[in-house]
């Protein structure tokens, strides 16, 4: 059963990079035809996706961030990393990874990680 | 990019009552490239529906995801407790997805 964990600091100071690390399990993040993207969902609020990368390289934003995002995949680790810079109050969210096909559903999702930007 | 606008804010009902969700788009979705998901506190999102009508694996037959174009319908036909949750529509018609600010049912 394939599992996804997000993990990385729970606190990270206005203007600086937050950085999150989601490791895959139960199956291979190199898997053809799958991509693996981010949301977020702002504490009491809906959801928001973040970006997405297939495994080849191809990435893809969201255009309201994609100014600030970076998403990487390390093969080796059966891992994907998301990088947002220069945060503000205003990025504070429970970070979701997930698995999805290009124009399709998330499914499945990890348990998510609040993350708070304050100095 | 597709706005979905999901109605009402806040169900209240009772179990055993039906309930019937709505998710509106601000432009049509195409090939009804339409999710749902339930969420409840401190957990991620679970799919429920997809391509608008598809039930995903393991969710119950009483979820019934309906319609196309800009209207969307999820209908809960007979409320369990486990049912209270937030719910939300996703929209993955274009290379930008989309969600709805959530529907809360809760128990009357």
């Known amino acids: 059963q394939l599992q996804l964990q997000e993990s990385g600091p729970g606190l990270v100071k206005p203007s600086e990079t937050l950085s999150l690390t989601c490791t895959v399990s139960?199956?291979?993040?190199?898997?053809?035809?799958?991509?693996w993207g981010w949301i977020r969902q702002p504490p009491g609020k809906g959801l928001e996706w973040i970006g997405s990368?297939?495994?080849?390289?191809?990435?893809y934003y969201n255009p309201s961030l994609e100014n600030r995002v970076a998403v990487s995949v390390d093969t080796s680790k059966n891992q994907f990393s998301l990088k947002l810079s220069s945060v503000t109050a205003a990025d504070t969210a429970v970070y979701f990874c997930?698995?999805?096909?290009?124009?399709?559903?998330?499914?499945?999702w990890g348990q998510g990680t609040l993350v708070t930007v304050s100095s | 990019e597709i706005v979905l606008t999901q109605s009402p804010g806040t169900l209240s009902l009772s179990p055993g009552e039906r309930a019937t969700l709505s998710c509106r788009a601000s432009?049509?979705?195409?090939?009804?490239?339409l999710a749902w998901y339930q969420q409840k506190p401190g957990q991620a999102p679970r799919l429920l529906i997809y391509?608008?009508?598809s039930r995903a694996t393991g969710i119950p037959d009483r979820f019934r995801g309906s319609g196309s174009g800009t209207d969307f319908t999820l209908t809960i036909s007979r409320l369990e407790p486990e049912d209270f949750a937030v719910y939300y529509c996703?929209?993955?018609?274009?290379?930008?997805?989309?969600f709805g600010q959530g529907t809360k049912l809760e128990i009357k």
């Open positions: 996703q929209q993955y018609g274009r290379s930008m997805y989309t």
């Open positions: 997930a698995r999805h096909d290009f124009l399709k559903w998330f499914d499945p």
């Open positions: 139960g199956g291979s993040i190199s898997s053809s035809h799958y991509y």
């Open positions: 391509d608008a009508s």
């Open positions: 432009q049509s979705v195409s090939s009804s490239y």
């Open positions: 990368f297939y495994y080849s390289g191809s990435t």
